[in-house]
């Protein structure tokens, strides 16, 4: 071939080649694209999904978050309430006397009448308490609850005398007697106060009332008499509050000299 003929041939493949790339790129150019605007949609679209599920999450959490307050207070009111207050002292009472059952059945006298003593120290306020807050409450829900008020007060009544006459026991074997004696009508009286007294004041006052009676329970423990005084009347309120603060200072000032178990 000669040279003119080559460079006729190269000229022509070059010109093939070119005009394949152009057409090339000319169907490059006529493939239809997703309009911007689509995509934009479709993005914002997403972006909407994506928000409204951590709004959701949010909302979720910060239900889970005030349900959660809210069953913690419900909690400490319920805590706070006079019902758990008095049932958490006849728990109290329950594990004093077992512990004194138990001193005194491995013949540990000494330790024995120390549980003896926090038991008094405890029924002493429990009861007084009682009876210038629970009570009265109950005097005031009709003549069913003036009823099981009177009912409980003379039980206290009975109490405080059994009490009063065993801190006078020297024998050990007497005093244990007694004390079975007077626990066992005390556990009854409990068990009545829980079933009945309790249940029917329950049922007839708001829980936010119950919690201003129980605060009030706990801070008088802090003032009232800390040992038996069968001579005090259990009813009248006034004059029961009256000779109780008066008599506190001689039980504080007698406590000093009484010996206790070392709990814990």
Not at 74 to 91: G, L, M, Q
Not at 96 to 108: I, L, M, P, R
Not at 128 to 156: F, N, T, V
Not at 174 to 185: G, S, V
Request: aromatic share 6%; proline share 4%; with cysteine.
């Amino acid at each position: 071939m000669s040279r003119a003929m080559a460079k006729v041939a190269s000229s022509v493949i070059c010109m093939a080649a070119a005009h394949q790339a152009a057409s090339t790129l000319g169907n490059i150019k006529s493939v239809k694209l997703a309009p911007l605007s689509s995509i934009s949609g479709r993005a914002r679209r997403t972006t909407v999904r994506v928000s409204s599920s951590v709004l959701d999450h949010s909302w979720q959490a910060r239900q889970i978050r005030a349900k959660s307050t809210a069953e913690k207070e419900k909690e400490v009111a319920t805590e706070e309430d006079i019902i758990s207050k008095v049932k958490h002292d006849h728990a109290e009472l329950e594990e004093y006397f077992q512990n004194y059952k138990k001193a005194h059945s491995q013949g540990q006298d000494d330790e024995a009448r120390k549980w003896f003593n926090q038991f008094v120290w405890e029924i002493s306020r429990h009861s007084m308490l009682e009876e210038l807050i629970l009570y009265p409450m109950m005097d005031l829900l009709g003549d069913r609850g003036k009823e099981l008020a009177d009912q409980s007060r003379e039980d206290h009544h009975r109490t405080k005398e059994i009490l009063a006459t065993l801190q006078s026991i020297s024998d050990p074997s007497l005093f244990d007697k007694r004390m079975n004696i007077m626990m066992a009508e005390l556990r009854d009286h409990m068990k009545m106060e829980e079933e009945e007294d309790l249940a029917y004041l329950e049922a007839r006052t708001d829980l936010d009332t119950r919690v201003t009676a129980g605060k009030t329970f706990s801070l008088g423990k802090k003032i009232v008499p800390t040992h038996p005084h069968p001579s005090i009347p259990e009813k009248f309120v006034a004059i029961e509050a009256a000779l109780g603060l008066l008599i506190t200072p001689l039980d504080k000032l007698g406590d000093l000299f009484t010996p206790f178990p070392t709990k814990g």
